[in-house]
T-cell receptor
Framework: EAEVAQSPRYKITEKSQAVAFWCDPI?????LYWYRQILGQGPELLVQ????????DSQLPKDRFSAERLKGVDSTLKIQPAELGDSAMYLC???????????FGQGTRLTVV | AQSVTQPDIHITVSEGASLELRCNYS??????LFWYVQSPGQGLQLLLKYFSGDTLVQGIKGFEAEFKRSQSSFNLRKPSVHWSDAAEYFCAVGARSGYSTLTFGKGTMLLVSP
């Protein structure tokens, strides 16, 4: 069964350091999402790609976060510099338009110390 | 803008008892609707979805949900809860037009007592 792959599963980083997460969506899925989930809350969208184009990054803190999907396949989310408040689960998901059923990866648990 | 409200933060149900988790949405038309489940430290797994047609939808693990347009609700139900159902449940809404984004509720934590 096809899955969304994310790495690493866990990351501990010091405040002010840079950190990056990687996501490989299900093959053929044109839409890719990055969500952030703070403990005890629901996922919140950071950025949405359609192929290699960003279609929604209104909630992405652009002073420190960046995301790319250069060839419209896998994607990288970067934080620089990391802050204590960035500690959260970062979830990647993909879907095939026009249906918006999203398939999620296992997530990356980030702890900033 | 679309939004989802899950009014119950925690629910405790005895094993074998029935379950209903509430979800209300705000959207200008009929959206796509979803329920996802998340075990601790894991990603989200889709339980069921509503796109159109029959307003009572069946999902995996014995779950079902009913779309009620008049109440803007999409409540999740299960007739008999098992201990393995203990997890966090998220309702989500997706727009039917454009680059529809999934918007999630804050979740309901289900605890199952013996």
């Amino acid at each position: 069964e096809a899955e969304v792959a994310q790495s690493p599963r866990y990351k501990i980083t010091e405040k002010s350091q840079a950190v990056a997460f990687w996501c490989d969506p299900i093959s053929g899925h044109a839409t890719l999402y990055w969500y952030r989930q703070i403990l005890g809350q629901g996922p919140e969208l950071l950025v949405q790609f359609q192929d290699e184009s960003v279609v929604d990054d209104s909630q992405l803190p652009k002073d420190r976060f960046s995301a790319e999907r250069l060839k419209g396949v896998d994607s990288t989310l970067k934080i620089q510099p990391a802050e204590l408040g960035d500690s959260a689960m970062y979830l990647c998901a993909s879907s095939t338009p026009p249906r918006t059923e999203a398939f999620f990866g296992q997530g990356t648990r980030l702890t900033v110390v | 803008a679309q939004s989802v409200t899950q009014p119950d933060i925690h629910i405790t149900v005895s094993e074998g008892a029935s379950l209903e988790l509430r979800c209300n949405y705000s959207y200008g038309a009929t959206p796509y609707l979803f329920w996802y489940v998340q075990s601790p430290g894991q990603g989200l797994q889709l339980l069921l979805k509503y796109f159109s047609g029959d307003t009572l939808v069946q999902g995996i693990k014995g779950f079902e949900a009913e779309f009620k347009r008049s109440q803007s609700s999409f409540n999740l139900r299960k007739p008999s809860v098992h201990w393995s159902d203990a997890a966090e449940y998220f309702c989500a809404v997706g727009a039917r037009s454009g680059y529809s984004t999934l918007t999630f509720g804050k979740g309901t934590m289900l605890l199952v007592s013996p």
